[in-house]
């Protein structure tokens, strides 16, 4: 599934391109300019978009801020005024048909209107979704285990998908490190991604010492993304290890006497499976099974192996309009808390977001997690 989508995606966006553009150049005539000012125009914006999604991680400051909103707003407006044209030429069809003189349809085929109302519709919609993008958020949930723990009840903080430098700005880290802390936790999770190709080693320094500052009773645990597996370099460890952060790759550690975290690796790097994990580490299924595992896949499996509750990321929610369905479609679950069998699984939209500083509708949170126990 996934390849497919990475082969048909690029023709998808190339076809909505070439749309945007092709209407928005008889907008540009229909006020008699002329065409080749236009298409030198568009060369400038695509060279500017390319230049911008390559090197925007290379920059810093304000210069990358400006790159990054560039390249979310560029691709916004084509991608998105795509979906209103077609739609506008599958509308404008059959009202032609029906009404070829009514007001509507007059409207609805007008050169200047629909055109110049879109252009000015996708460029609010894109600083909408890069200032919402930079919002963090905190979500509370609750969570009931029936196992049997000598603890009454545990706090957790989970955090995932920060993308470190296009998500989530590195200047922002001390704010997410002081709200963390404000909530108290007894551990914290990092689930995968927090990190991605495009963090700058200036990032990852100020990464390093901000995340040295976080504070919980039992510590902080980070499993691998697919961008952090991406990445292929061993020093990834060290980056969290460094702050003193634990890293799980298929490994299980105990805390608070009897709860278990199991951290997997990515679903792409062929994780071992988690029964198997359990057997290996003698671990106890009477007692709180709790699973990191970035990306939400295989949750059916997980929940026939003992696990109890799972926690995962990757899905960034519905980070652009109208994607739900392909999220869907690639994962078991997109965003929030689903029951798969006697295991409760929370499906995080993530601190940030990758590829483009953008993010609606969904948002960026950081989740608190009350857990209680029999006891």
């Known amino acids: 599934m996934f390849y497919i989508f990475a082969v048909i995606l690029p023709l998808v966006v190339l076809a ?70 077609v739609l506008r030429a599958v509308i404008s069809f059959f009202a032609g048909k029906i009404s070829p003189k009514s007001r509507f349809t007059r409207i609805i ?29 905190e979500k509370d949930i609750s969570i009931e285990f029936d196992e049997v723990s000598t603890n009454n009840s545990l706090t957790a903080v989970m955090i995932s998908d920060t993308h470190l430098g296009t998500g989530l700005f590195a200047d922002k880290l001390d704010d997410l490190v002081d709200s963390i802390n404000s909530m108290e936790p007894d551990v914290i999770f990092m689930v995968g991604d927090i990190i991605d190709e495009s963090t700058s080693d200036a990032d990852i320094s100020t990464m390093i010492a ?66 198997e994990i359990i057997e290996e580490n003698n671990i106890n299924k009477s ?49 929030g808390t689903a029951q798969f069998n006697d295991m409760t699984a929370y499906t995080s939209s993530g601190a940030g977001g990758w590829g483009m500083h953008f993010k609606l509708p969904s948002g960026s949170e950081i989740v608190k997690v009350k857990m209680t126990f029999n006891s």
């Open 109 to 137: 085929k007008h050169k200047k209107i629909l055109p110049t109302a879109t252009l000015c519709l996708t460029l609010i919609l894109s600083i909408f979704g890069y200032i919402n993008m930079g919002i963090l958020r």
């Open 16 to 85: 909505f391109l070439l749309v945007s553009i092709v209407t928005y150049y008889k907008l540009w005539r229909s006020f008699k300019l002329p065409g080749l000012i236009y298409w030198l125009i568009q060369v400038i914006l695509i060279a500017l978009f390319v230049v911008c999604l390559a090197f925007s991680g290379k920059a810093s400051g304000f210069l990358h801020k400006a790159m990054l909103f560039y390249s979310a707003a560029y691709f916004v407006v084509i991608i998105y005024s795509s979906v209103i044209f």
């Open 287 to 335: 007692n709180p099974i709790i699973v990191l595992a970035h990306e939400p896949l295989g949750l059916e499996d997980l929940s026939l192996s003992g696990a109890d509750l799972s926690f995962s990321g990757h899905t960034h929610g519905e980070q652009f309009p109208l994607i739900y369905l392909f999220m869907a479609l690639a994962n078991d679950m997109v965003y």
């Open 210 to 275: 901000e995340f040295s500052r976080l504070e919980s009773r039992y510590g902080t645990f980070f499993v691998y993304g697919n961008h952090e597996y991406y990445i292929s370099s061993p020093d990834v460890d060290s980056y969290f290890e460094q702050a003193g952060i634990a890293v799980l790759r298929d490994e299980a550690v105990t805390i608070a006497d009897d709860i278990t975290i199991i951290g997997r690796k990515s679903y792409y790097e062929n994780p071992m499976p988690v029964d």
